[in-house]
């Protein structure tokens, strides 16, 4: 009792309230390696180690030995280091592992103390002659919304690397944005309990989110690519400002700080050179095969993004002016959403972006694969039947929306702003650079918690490449919010949004993308629960994009 509450103590003195109100198996050692281990954006030659490694004694350095083998006993290994661990990076370990050979299975651990970790498994990026490049594509995972079943899959599938593109946590305090049976029942409540704010905060966070068997497991078995959205900050985000901050929250640029200071602390990615406030985006090259283009449209060039109830423009004239079904749908496109000086990447990053398609193509690779946050292609408002709405008696001010909502449909506006298509001008830009560089693209996005299959258009209306939306891991989709059948909103999604193939709107899961030199393939895999840990799970047919034809056969 009394060793218990001693570690309980230290725990909470460090800031680690979401270990200190669970039942871990800590040892009683010198230290322990409390959150699994992870690998993370590999190159042909390297990859970044991660662990944590927490003191029994707080305020204590510990010093950490990394080794990287060609087998799980590590009776050959390739090479090893050491490094430390203290207070200052939360107990976090990352080390860049180098020397190593393209294309080539891992395993790795540390020790500290007498202890060692688990062993974890990783892989290096090929070079020329890539037959086969097989990624897992996630996103949105939300502890209190159920459990991670979906994690649990893609650790036992054979995957060659994990793309996970945003809202790896979410921010909001204990009850919000919660399923009330996760919570209540399967107890996934979240640490903090209020809205994390800073820094301690944050780490908190990914300490509860990282203490997940499934999460550990798919980092365990293999390498991760990732990005942030909006939830590693803060709900809509911008590089100025949130949606889900205010005044009495502090400073932004503070909260932004600390949030992207404990990202780079709990994730496997390489930290860049000016530090852990750099740019995110950067380049892996697939051998001849591909090149994986990682984008910031969240932070890095945002400008704020627009909403119909904020922004939206009103007829001036008439004795209904200031209704909101009396929208002047003409001045908000000229004065709002098509103004030209808006952007979502940034004057920096579009430029990158264009060399780095230029250089791809330039070398010959089959496929320019955009990994980002949220969706590129067009999504329309689909049409609710009257009737029906009626019949769902809603409170007057959801009612008030859905019917606006619906107005706008009518004249063609987009479902969600937040997108690429708040940002028409920026996408326009951008499906420029992939038409004239003749890249075979295939984007990648997140977000939505609902999964899509597009035929990504220019401006023109010609072929460009193609879009695979990945489903979320646990957040619940368009079927929370949206009052139609699955069949009907489908449907309706459909015949309001161009290249719109494939549309699923109720099922978590993930996405599997599959490169080869002849074809890219893609198929969704959905969890039938995420309230229980019995699981099915159940794999869509395959949707097939060859190269120079840039759509889907």
Not at 33 to 42: E, K
Not at 176 to 204: F, G, Q
């Amino acid at each position: 009792m009394l060793e218990s509450l001693k570690r309980r103590r230290l725990l909470q003195g460090l800031g680690l309230s979401a270990l200190a109100s669970r039942s871990y198996a800590l040892k009683v050692a010198p230290a322990n390696f409390t959150h699994g281990v992870a690998s993370g954006d590999p190159l042909t030659d390297r990859i970044i180690l991660w662990t944590r490694v927490l003191p029994m004694t707080s305020g204590r350095r510990v010093e950490v030995t990394w080794q990287v083998a060609e087998d799980p006993s590590f009776s050959q290994v390739i090479t090893g280091g050491e490094t430390g661990a203290d207070a200052e990076s939360d107990y976090t370990v990352k080390v860049d592992a180098t020397g190593l050979m393209p294309g080539t299975d891992y395993f790795y651990r540390f020790s500290a103390q007498g202890q060692t970790s688990p062993v974890g498994r990783t892989k290096t990026l090929p070079t020329d002659g890539v037959a086969e490049f097989r990624m897992g594509v996630a996103s949105c995972s939300n502890y209190p919304q159920g459990f991670f079943n979906a994690y649990r899959h893609m650790a036992d599938t054979d995957l060659d690397v994990v793309l996970h593109l945003g809202d790896y946590i979410y921010e909001y305090q204990e009850g919000r944005y919660a399923n009330e049976y996760a919570m209540d029942v399967l107890k996934r409540n979240v640490e903090p309990t209020h809205e994390i704010l800073v820094l301690e905060d944050y780490r908190s966070r990914y300490a509860l989110y990282r203490s997940d068997p499934d999460l550990q497991a798919v980092h365990q078995r293999h390498p991760f690519i990732c990005v942030w959205d909006d939830h590693e900050l803060t709900n809509d985000t911008w590089k100025d400002g949130a949606e889900n901050h205010n005044q009495g929250e502090g400073d932004f640029s503070a909260r932004l700080q600390a949030a992207r200071r404990a990202y780079h602390e709990w994730m496997p990615i390489r930290t860049h050179s000016e530090g852990d406030q750099g740019p995110i985006y950067r380049h892996f090259p697939i051998g001849d095969l591909a090149d994986l283009i990682m984008l910031d449209t969240r932070v890095e060039g945002r400008d704020r993004g627009l909403s119909y109830s904020d922004d939206m423009i009103y007829r001036a004239e008439g004795s209904d002016a200031s209704s909101p079904l009396n929208p002047d749908v003409p001045a908000f496109l000229a004065e709002k959403l098509n103004d030209p000086s808006r952007q979502l990447l940034g004057q920096g990053q579009e430029q990158w972006l264009s060399q780095m398609l230029k250089k791809s193509t330039g070398r010959g690779a089959t496929w320019q694969v955009l990994g980002q946050q949220v969706l590129m292609s067009k999504v329309g408002i689909p049409r609710i039947d009257p009737a029906a709405l009626e019949a769902l008696d809603l409170p007057e001010s959801e009612r008030g929306y859905i019917d606006l909502m619906q107005v706008l449909g009518a004249e063609g506006l987009p479902l969600n702003l937040d997108a690429w298509d708040g940002y028409p001008v920026s996408r326009d830009r951008v499906t420029a650079m992939l038409r004239e560089t003749g890249a075979n693209t295939i984007a990648l996005a997140g977000d939505t918690h609902n999964a899509w299959a597009f035929n990504l258009r220019d401006a023109k209306g010609q072929a460009i490449g193609v879009e695979i939306g990945a489903p979320s891991i646990s957040s619940p989709g368009m079927e929370d919010y949206v009052p139609m059948t699955a069949q009907a909103l489908a449907g309706g999604l459909k015949a309001t949004s161009p290249g719109l193939i494939d549309v699923d709107v109720t099922q978590r899961g993930w996405a599997e993308v599959v490169l080869t030199p002849r074809q890219m393939r893609s198929r969704w895999h959905f969890v039938s629960t995420v309230l229980d840990r019995r699981f099915t799970v159940t794999a869509t047919e395959e949707v097939v994009c060859l190269p120079g034809q840039r759509r889907f056969a």
